[in-house]
């Protein structure tokens, strides 16, 4: 049995409540400098506290034998690394609202030993709002610093976070001040200040004890378990672990050394400015271990490539004279980053080398292809720089779904898409792994439909929708979550809420009537009636304000809106159809109501002539731009009579139509200031033949247009727009672009190829909801030979097809199209049909 750890304040007799108690046996602790103690107001932190702070918390225990299991359970303001006897364990929270908080559990049983244990946590607090955290709204003296809580149930005593825990802040490991809009936290390291053993170093001055950090506001009544103000009750983890996969880089380079010197702090800018000032400085292919001298005054440039985007944590051994700096860019193309309009990273860090057993291991998650060296020193010496690797660490794509056909092009198509939204999932769905790691709410519906199409996890799926549920005053989503943006409050991006809603509806459609659907339906009803007031006397959208988006393509959202009037519409049948399955017939009569009110007053955007819909409408008098999204909205929503349907495709598909146009995009993959700064004066210039040319969606809202010419049976055409993804898939990139043509190489919105040839190439869809029945309309005659699996709530549901031949092997009921467009229902099984 184990013994008594070594403080008996750490020792508490074994609960008589569930493992997952609300309460706690451990406390909130801090450094004691951080540490408040109640019986005097302070006023809530409205701005910055001072930047990123490190520490460190330890505690050990005796144990005469080690438990079968060991279940702890633990969480802090804002990340932590959790250490047993020295190894690795785990790492989190996931980012959540600081109300939402959630804790992470572990088995400590196979990192323990008989004899003494250590238990060592590094918490990091970021202090200002960045792109994946935000403050809590402190109270007198809880939410303002880093903090831990901490239980492990060591059998017939606990182990718990305590004053018997010791602390110290960990001088050396540092940020630099936010640059730019990305929000990844800059990395410096100066290891000048720390000892190589200084993540096990147990003694020294700097060590001290901790203390409670107890909740500071009436009623709290000097509290220090959870739940307290600001955090609540503590909610488990949502999702499963992550995946680490270690890699290396493909391809070196070493420039020549050259006279540098440059006036600045900030890592990135100090690689800029060197491009700035030698840009075209000859470099040379290298090998790992890249060996130079290096001398005072000088600067050689190593340039490391992954052959792809890669996102993990950067790690690489050097040896170098004490004091060399090595600034340090990541980046997601290999661009000048001084050049304007060639937005690429601006993250990345610094490491100053100790002189000896140097090695820098980041701490913070960065997404790269590219990363840039730039190594300065004062004092003569040798230099090496070892491996440079990353550790993956992403969140899998689970299970043996697949893909493959008789057309490459399709499979890579298929592999792409999986692989962009698997760099795009750490701890919630984001945007792209380089630049920002936002989980914007609009973007994670084409993610979730990917894992709902290919993997047999998903927790994900529902997480996108759970944190994303984090409505302002009047009922409106964020337009991203957790972070500076939601912090800060102020302008959302009204549509994106729609497309939440959307995601609502597809887990209805995949899982049934879960109760993650449930509840969500206030929040969705609360988006829906958010649009009310702007309704005309036609039951259409007109004057929507806030930043309407929709997607990057050049379409008119403004004055009277077919878009979001067919997007608004089609969130209302989807809320109707979900309230008539919970039994709410009042709801679901209100939102049809309302639906039908809009089909009839969407009349006013038909155009006769062109026979399709146009944008918009300004002053009542129609406008002549008809983009993809107008008339691919208009069909999704149900608002254009199937009648129409066909023209309505053959306007928005045809290739001689087709115009790729952005408000924002430039020609020279990056953003154009002079259309953003005429956007933001209400200028825009039409740089196309309104009259004949359309408007291409851009990759993220292509998910819309692909829909549509499924419903349309247009499989070929549709499958014809998916081949324009192969773009993207040149020069070793493995992923999708944000754009056609600019934006970064690797981002999430852009994988819909994945799901739509899961969905109506291959043909598998839910028909009843939860997946009861099946709903399979394969696309024959567009691929020849082509077989995959798809993940439903009781198992893969295989096809394979070879010319009209399909052999199907479902677990649950399904309703099968043939090649000539007979329909014939089947029980679970295996069936060979033509």
Not at 320 to 337: C, F, N, S, W, Y
Not at 511 to 520: D, H, I, K, M, P
Not at 644 to 651: I, S
Not at 659 to 664: A, P, Y
Request: proline letters at 7%; one cysteine or more.
């Amino acid at each position: 049995m184990p013994s008594a750890p070594q403080s008996a304040a750490a020792a508490s007799p074994r609960p008589t409540v569930p493992w997952r108690a609300v309460g706690w046996r451990g406390h909130w602790i801090g450094h004691p400098d951080d540490v408040v103690e109640p019986g005097r107001a302070l006023p809530p932190r409205t701005d910055g506290s001072g930047g990123l702070v490190r520490q460190l918390f330890r505690t050990t225990c005796e144990l005469e034998s080690v438990p079968a299991r060991v279940p702890a359970r633990l969480t802090a303001d804002s990340r932590y690394v959790l250490f047993v006897n020295g190894e690795h364990v785990g790492r989190g929270p996931v980012r959540s609202q600081p109300r939402r908080m959630r804790y992470d559990e572990y088995d400590l049983s196979p990192h323990l030993r008989p004899g003494s244990n250590t238990v060592t946590v590094l918490v990091t607090y970021y202090g200002d709002p960045n792109a994946f955290w935000q403050p809590a709204v402190p109270n007198a003296t809880l939410g303002r610093h880093a903090t831990l809580v901490f239980e492990a149930d060591l059998g017939d005593i606990w182990l718990t976070s305590d004053g018997s825990w010791t602390v110290r802040r960990v001088a050396g490991l540092e940020a630099a001040p936010p640059h730019g809009f990305h929000g990844i936290p800059v990395e410096l390291v100066d290891a000048r200040r720390l000892s190589a053993d200084w993540l096990t170093r147990h003694e020294g001055p700097d060590w001290r004890p901790t203390r409670l950090m107890r909740a500071g506001h009436m009623g709290a009544l000097a509290r220090s378990q959870p739940p307290t103000d600001p955090y609540g009750a503590l909610l488990p983890r949502p999702i499963g672990a992550l995946e680490e996969t270690a890699l290396t880089a493909r391809t070196y380079w070493c420039s020549e050394e050259i006279a540098f010197a440059a006036d600045l702090d900030h890592p990135v800018s100090r690689v800029t400015e060197f491009f700035r000032q030698r840009g075209d400085v000859p470099r040379e292919a290298a090998t790992a271990p890249v060996r130079f001298r290096a001398e005072p005054g000088t600067a050689r440039l190593v340039t490391v490539d992954f052959g792809r985007v890669v996102c993990g944590l950067v790690g690489f051994p050097v040896t170098a004279p004490r004091g060399t700096r090595i600034d340090i860019l990541h980046q997601e193309k290999d661009v000048d980053p001084f050049k304007a309009g060639l937005i690429s990273n601006i993250t990345g860090a610094r490491y100053i080398a100790r002189g000896d057993d140097d090695a820098f291991e980041a701490l913070e998650v960065s997404g790269l292809r590219l990363v840039r060296l730039l190594v300065t020193s004062e004092r003569s010496g040798d230099v090496v720089i070892g491996e440079v690797g990353v550790r993956e660490r992403l969140y899998p794509i689970r299970g043996a779904a697949y893909f493959r056909s008789s057309d490459g092009e399709m499979d890579r198509l298929y592999a792409a898409g999986r692989r962009t939204v698997t760099l795009n999932a750490q701890d919630a769905f984001t945007d792209c792994p380089t630049r920002e790691q936002r989980a914007w709410v609009g973007d994670g519906v084409v993610h979730q439909l990917v894992h709902l199409t290919t993997s047999t996890d998903w927790s994900l799926a529902r997480w996108y929708l759970e944190l994303a549920n984090s409505p302002r005053e009047d009922g409106l989503l964020p337009r991203s979550v957790v972070g500076e943006m939601e912090y800060l409050g102020g302008t959302t991006i009204p549509d994106w809420a729609l497309s939440w809603v959307h995601g609502v509806h597809n887990l209805y459609r995949y899982e049934g009537l879960s109760a993650t659907v449930r509840e969500l339906l206030p929040s969705v009803e609360r988006v829906l009636r958010w649009y009310l007031p702007y309704r005309n006397g036609h039951g259409v959208l007109e004057h929507v304000p806030e930043w309407n988006l929709v997607d990057w393509s050049a379409v008119f959202l403004t004055g009277t809106s077919s878009i979001l009037t067919a997007m608004w519409a089609r969130a209302l049948r989807e809320f109707a159809d979900i309230s008539a399955a919970c039994g709410n017939a009042g709801n679901a009569a209100w939102a049809r109501a309302l639906w039908e009110q809009a089909r009839a007053g969407f009349e006013v955007f038909w155009d006769p002539g062109r026979e399709t819909y146009v944008d918009h409408l300004v002053d009542g008098v129609r406008q002549l731009p008809a983009s993809q999204l107008a008339g691919a909205t208009a069909i999704v929503s149900g608002l254009a009579p199937a009648g129409r349907w066909d023209a309505v495709a053959d306007w928005i598909s045809d290739p001689k139509r087709l115009v790729v146009r952005s408000w924002i995009g430039g020609d020279d993959g990056g953003y154009d200031d002079t259309k953003i700064a005429d956007q933001l004066r209400g200028v825009r210039n039409v740089t196309w033949d309104a009259r004949d040319e359309v408007v291409r969606a851009e990759p993220f809202a292509s998910h819309l247009v692909h829909e549509s010419l499924a419903l349309c049976g247009r499989k070929r055409e549709l499958a014809d727009a998916l081949r324009d993804w192969s773009q993207f898939l040149t020069d070793g990139y493995d992923t999708f672009g944000e754009c056609w043509g600019w934006g970064t190489p690797a981002h999430g919105w852009s994988s819909t190829p994945t799901s739509d040839i899961v969905r109506h190439l291959l043909g598998i869809e839910p028909d009843e909801s939860g997946f009861l029945s099946a709903r399979i309309r394969p696309a024959f005659g567009v691929i020849s030979e082509m077989s995959g699996a798809a993940p439903t709530p009781y198992g893969l549901l295989h096809v394979r097809v070879s010319g009209t031949t399909c052999d199907v092997d479902s677990p649950v009921p399904f309703t099968f199209r043939a090649a000539d467009g007979t329909t014939t229902t089947h029980r679970a099984g295996r069936v060979v049909l033509d």
